[in-house]
């Protein structure tokens, strides 16, 4: 039927209610991916509205899991870059004869660059996709690893800053990528499995990050060998950093041929002159539970961030010449932190359970913080390697909570976006807490410095109980509601 009586055609979302669809075939076709396009999942949906036949095909491909794999891999390059000074702080002090303040700054350097540069780079990533930004990220991680190479030298502290600072910009490219590549690559039913996927690899690399460093670099007083065992340390990462960055370069791929989702499906018709990235910004910033998630989750992850940076100074202080046992309690945070990441992910795919799920782990994170808090100094290393775990297995486990929550308390705006202004949050409350926390430590001891962070993760608890649920549809399914819009 065509002219003036022609009806649009609807998507999913509104066929089962919809009086005016006359008939309605649905046809799932499950089969395995052995074709030239990987496929492994095909559905085809065919309406059928006065004699006129709509069709809309979405395929989920194999390779979803290779793109969010290399994803990992790179944020895990990255990521192990920030807590490679951080946690032989007083190696690297001797090293270039510089303050334990001045060392701390090479971690906050990764969140005092991304609060400049978020809004441009999620620009970027709307405007431009995901292979774009995967080649930047990439090639800046690389030429920060290669610049650290050629400051291995006692004078050379401004050089190695400025590696550092190169791969902190490229950690700008990375952080809001997850929650994107989940909705770019991946079926309803996966997204949140796959955005845990994506921030289990910044997660790894932290942990390496805490674990290798104190292996390669032992604490000797040779300073010849003490570069020897640095330049090590950053030829390998520089290596790491090369093969991913020609990885990306030959393999990544900026979308699948075909949508993994109806609302996907939906959003490949809107043309870029119909979205407005500064239009999308005012409406997050006047969604109120969105502004009040951005709040929570800066004080969450922000604690995080002062733990990972401050650890060595805090353990070392109550267990002195413990390098090596300081870098295996971060790898026991994180490690911890990524079991919970996965479960968490997996659980919020079967239930959407997003405010009861979010709400539970907060407030166990402020629990294992003061557990932690109050059993640093009994001299119990075992001790602490299992409160440490505890307050990872739930405060680093939030961090692809706040991503996905934030997704669905946003959409259908864009993924980066929302994951920008979150991990912005996070940056600016990550530099506060580490600064304040560093200085009560030194003034008033490591507990003093805790509780100081538990005061605001209390804080946080309470702000989360105020919060709302993400607004649901009939379906279940809250990308349904973008649908539903488009196809009015």
Known sequence: MSGENEKPSLVYGEIKDNPNVLDLEKITIMKSAVDSEDVRMEHKIRLNQNGDDTNQTIKLYKRRWFIVLLFSSYSLCNSFQWIQYGIINNIFMRFYGVESFTIDWMSMIYMLTYI????????????????????VATAMNCAGTWIKVTSVRPNLFAVTMLGQFCCSLAQVFILGMPSKIASVWFGSEEVSTACSIGVFGNQLGIAIGFLVPPILVPNVEDMDQLAYHISIMFYITAGVATLL???????????????????QATARCISPEQYSYTASILRLLRNKPFLLLILTYGLNVGCFYAVGTLLNRMIIEHYPGEELNAGRIGLTIIIAGMVGSLICGIWLDRTKTYKQTTLTVYIMSFVGMLVYAFTLSLGHLWVVFLTAGALGFFMTGYLPLGFEFGVELTYPECEGTSSGLLNCSAQVFG???????????????TLAGNIFLCVFLFIGSVLTVLGQKPKRVPSGDPRTQFEKHCAR
């Open 245 to 263: 960055f020609l990885l990306v370069v030959m393999v990544f791929q900026e979308r699948p041929e075909l949508p993994p989702t109806q609302a």
């Open 116 to 135: 400049p540069f978020i809004f441009p780079v999620t620009w970027l990533l709307d405007k431009k996709g995901l292979r774009v930004i995967a080649l």
């Open 431 to 445: 530099i506060m807490f580490t600064i304040c926390q560093g200085k009560i430590i030194d003034n008033y001891g």
